[in-house]
DNA sequence: GCGTCCAGGTCTACC
DNA sequence: GGTAGACCTGGACGC
């Protein structure tokens, strides 16, 4: 195994360790990675195809972050590889992300101002690329949490790519070239898929086919990519604001009666009916911001349940 | 055990 | 443009 070490500095307040390890159990870049006392195990794929093995740690405090990367490959990575990689692990961890405005909002704001003392420093990050991205929404549509992630772990399980590294074992998401040869059949009873196979394969062959990176959505406007997003197979609204690189308000029908009752002090009688409701009052309330309100209020309900003494979760 | 219900959306047909 | 109904499957629940 070849090691490239380096540092990354980050727009502070930065807290390393509730980026990558988020209190609701939200994975950074794959469902199977390993957290352990601040230091994180995960992987990804570069452009050409490499997988990369990655152990991060902070190095820094909340007020001056840095974080060391440990890459580990089994061929010696060149000059363009090493720079990609060393861009992309800065955007997958949001290092850059001034969220000093948002604190400001919070100051304002009685809800988030619970969230932020809880969260301090925490950042939304991006998935690991857009076909992760998709396996994530189309496993969470119509599903129960428990059942989504049952989707999720054979997926991995049956088509990833294990890679060992640093006493690890780490299971890549399967790429698009691989699902898109599989039948739906096989998809369907290997993976518990049920309707959703032929979506996650379809979106595979397109993909395959030639489809924006994330990072060229990035380029986009928000409306765009999302647009682009939604001419995938079985991606609506809901699943194009979880892939897109512009943050959203994802909300469904869990989140929506979550958020209903702290934006209105009630749980919603329909709340599939009152999705477009509850995103009008968040957007109007926190504006710009709305994406990091939903992510620090999601990673907080225990908290913000006793707090405000409402029943959130 | 066994039967029934329905879930953290999306698509399509129909009006 | 709006909306009802179908969609896989397995966990939860009642009996």
Redesign the pocket.
């Known amino acids: 195994m070849h090691t490239l070490t380096f540092e990354l500095e980050a727009v502070p307040p930065y807290s390393f360790e509730l980026t990558v390890h988020k209190p609701a159990g939200w994975s950074w870049l794959i469902r199977n990675e390993v957290y352990k006392n601040g230091t994180i195990w995960s992987a990804i794929r570069l452009y050409s195809g490499k997988p990369v093995g990655l152990k991060l740690r902070s190095m820094g405090t909340v007020h001056e972050p840095r974080v060391r990367c440990e890459a580990f490959t089994r061929q010696e990575l060149i000059n363009e590889e090493k720079i990609e990689l060393q861009e992309r692990i800065g955007k997958k961890l949001s290092a850059d992300e001034d969220i000093r405005e948002f604190y400001s909002l919070a100051q304002r704001d009685p809800v988030l101002h619970e969230v932020v003392k809880d969260l301090y420093g925490m950042r939304d990050t991006p998935s690991a690329d857009v076909f992760s991205g998709a396996i994530l929404?189309v496993t969470?549509?119509?599903?129960?949490?428990?059942?989504?992630m049952?989707m999720m772990e054979s997926l991995l399980e049956t088509y990833g790519e294990r890679i060992a590294f640093d006493s690890q074992v780490i299971n890549l998401w399967p790429t698009p070239e691989k699902l898109a040869i599989v039948e739906v059949e096989e998809l369907?009873?290997k993976c518990?898929?049920?309707?959703?196979a032929?979506?996650l394969q379809s979106i595979a062959q397109t993909l395959t086919i030639g489809f924006p990176t994330l990072e060229d959505l990035e380029q986009m406007s928000t409306e765009g990519a999302k647009k682009k997003l939604?001419e995938?197979?079985?991606?609506?609204?809901?699943?194009?604001e979880i892939i897109s690189p512009h943050r959203g308000f994802p909300l469904?029908?869990?989140?929506t009666q979550i958020f209903h009752r702290l934006l209105f002090a009630e749980t919603p009688e329909d709340p599939?009916a009152a999705i477009s409701k509850v995103r009008r009052r968040a957007e109007e309330r926190w504006g710009e911001w709305s994406g990091y309100a939903f992510i620090y209020v999601?990673n907080d309900l225990n908290n913000l349940s006793r707090k405000l003494k409402l029943k959130l979760n």
């Open positions: 929404a969470l549509q119509m599903a129960p949490w428990k059942r989504s049952q369907q009873k518990k898929l049920g309707y959703r032929q979506n939604m995938l197979r079985g991606i609506g609204g809901y699943s194009a469904d029908v869990w989140s599939r999601l």
